[in-house]
């Protein structure tokens, strides 16, 4: 039968408002930055890159009868054209293809031949994809676009985040607040510090990311290079696939492959991301109890609603939707590292649809992170509470007042600040230093401990800037 012709123009114009996911509905706007790596029109794009580029590279070789002829300046010239200017036109008429093929990297080879056939370059175009899988392309093509998207958006909001949370924890270093464990008061520490903590375990994570060397596979059908191998056996086409990955695309090529990548990198960078992302759930879950505590109040936004029925209602939606995405992103992440690298024998289709989901999750990140930022452009911290919290605890300081007592050998020091704190009672400033007085201790050693408080026993931190 007739294949049916898709009008892909008609299905590609739609409006947000009939978009299924958030993403490219409710969210479109704050993902913008993603489009040219993961959208479908992206994939297309980085295909005919990475085509055009090994046509290129063959041709430079010397090897290939067929190229001698080819001026390699010239045409250079004009294929890289069609990458830069890329559009969607181009993409939709891919598609157009691709309705008739039903094989998405044949219509890419398609349209770069017909693209041939207007500068009159048919005679060249055998050479296109030649002795080439599909998963050669895919396999770099993805990598290169989840590299650049990763460098050029994902980790620079990564780092923006840091450096801010790492502004709030300077601005608060010298900021005494009660700490709490187990859910109840212990330790004063500072709020600074606190931040600094999340600071600390986020860049610490982030290293390895912007560290990583994106893989990729190419070699043929089952990866030997069987078909060029037979057609030009005198080329080192071990030495050629090496220098188009790993110099030309900027990539790091696997020696030892099946038909596809083995996506055990995708996987390493896909649980950096998880736990880069998990440090922040984290964060957002800190942050949003000390609003609830009143440690943090939030800028009013003009015009903003926080409850339909309570109109005082200012809700920490910033933080909340950060969690909410952030967790959402790590359920498609934990699925696509423990999914990617299992794949039957040489190779099955499976990875081939999950791959197209990879910018759903880092979609989410960024849903995420731009929340968190905004979030953290509104607080403003309230030290009237953080000060009446700590001055309702005095009791936190029992552990100086014994440590100090232990020092000077004082009899049962724990045991004796534990009968007098935990009585029921209350225990505050007067209280204190009326059991201070009553201790067997020089007077020196009372002088000191009269001024501890809760304010002022906050320990001590390393050096930061």
Sequence with gaps: STPRLINYTEIMDFSPLEAISPIDGRYRDKVTSLVEYFSEFGLIKYRVRVEVEYFLLLASTGSVPGLKDLDQDAVGKVMRGWISNFSKEDATRVKTIESKTNHDLKAVEYWIKEKMAEQKLEHFSEFVHFGLTSQDINNTCIPLSFKEGMEKSIIPTYESIIKEIKRLAIEWMDVPMLAHTHGQPATPTRLGKEF???????EEELEPLKANKYRAKFGGATGGFNAHNVAFPSVNWIDFGNKFVNETLGLSREQWTTQISHYDNIARVCDNIKRLNTILIDFAKDVWQYISMNYFKQKIVAGEIGSSAMPHKVNPIDFENAEGNLGKANSDLTFFSSKLPVSRLQRDLTDSTVLRNLGVPLSHVLIALNSLKRGLGKLIIHKESIEADLEDNWAVIAEAIQTILRREAYPNAYEALKDFTR???????????????????????????????????????????
């Design 196 to 202: 600094m903590v999340f600071v600390e375990r986020l």
């Design 423 to 465: 009585t029921g009672e209350k225990v505050n400033r007067e209280s204190f230093h009326a059991f201070i007085q009553g201790l067997n201790v020089r007077e020196e050693v009372k002088e000191e401990l009269r001024v501890i408080s809760p304010s002022t026993f906050i320990g001590i931190v390393p050096k930061y800037q």
